[in-house]
């Protein structure tokens, strides 16, 4: 399975559905003008739902959070890049690793309990580094920014790892082992663009209102479709290496 443009199919398929939703709203219209049934919904297709949409559809692209994104792209990055992903995936699996990779392992152990031997001295520093105002963890900088230390964390970890292993050289090859996962990260990129439309034409047309979602709950259901489209490159690479591996099998066989 080596078929690129899948990669693409969640893109094509929020496409899809944001089209689906103007022209649902355009008959939610026409019904609502020959009926009056009472819908509370406010239909896309007018004067004032073009409008809106020209006027907000940058604004929608601003509200996804691209901060996350980037950073949840760049600890799937480091692990790939250093090696220390193939190490964790054979260890899962009961796999036997190479003496280098064993001795790498070591190395990341040991950067991983330095930091958080310094994570832990923050925390527990007098002036409160890493908690709240009233020393507490809610509403700390610790509960609040957990995914930026964890990107530090692995960070640290593998870069480590990878430079004990032989994957990286230099700090070139860091930067790279990023600029390839984002490459395999643009058809999610591209697929959260028409999400954003979706989330936004949901919200104008009252249909988060009439479910009595909060804030809140809009945020997650946002968060959920963000997240399916990468979801499913990481589902889509696993099937493709696992056959890749049952062709080189065969060919060694």
């Known amino acids: 399975m080596n078929d690129k443009r899948a990669y693409y199919y ?27 049934p009472g819908f509370d919904l406010e ?46 995936s054979a260890l899962m699996h009961s796999r036997s690793i190479t003496k280098s990779q064993r001795r790498a392992s070591v190395y990341a152990l040991i950067a991983l309990v330095c930091f958080l031997f310094l994570l832990f001295m923050a925390v527990m520093s007098p002036w ?18 957990w995914l930026v230390i964890l990107f530090l964390c692995i960070f640290f970890v593998s870069v480590t790892y990878g430079f004990v292993y032989g994957n990286f050289r230099s700090a070139m090859d860091v930067i790279c082992s990023l600029g390839d996962t984002f490459v395999l990260a643009v058809p999610g990129i591209i697929a959260v663009v028409p999400a954003a439309g979706i989330i936004a034409c949901l919200e104008y047309t009252g249909i988060f209102a009439a479910f009595d979602m909060l804030p809140e709950d809009i945020a997650v259901f946002a968060d959920i479709v963000y997240a399916i489209p990468f979801l499913y490159i990481i589902l889509l690479r696993r099937i493709e290496k696992k056959d890749e591996t049952g062709i080189e099998d065969i060919e060694n066989s």
């Open 43 to 88: 239909p896309l297709v007018s004067s004032r739902g073009v409008r809106w949409a020209v006027r907000n559809s940058l604004q929608s692209l601003n509200d996804v959070p691209w901060g996350t994104i980037i950073v949840v792209t760049g600890i799937i990055g480091f692990l790939r890049g250093s090696g220390l992903k193939r190490v964790l």
């Open 10 to 36: 969640p893109a094509l398929a929020y496409a899809a559905m944001l089209l689906l939703l103007w022209v649902l709203s355009w008959f939610v219209g026409i019904f609502e003008l020959l009926y009056s």
């Open 128 to 145: 409160n580094l890493l908690l709240g105002v009233g020393g507490g963890f809610a509403g700390s900088p610790l509960m609040q920014g």
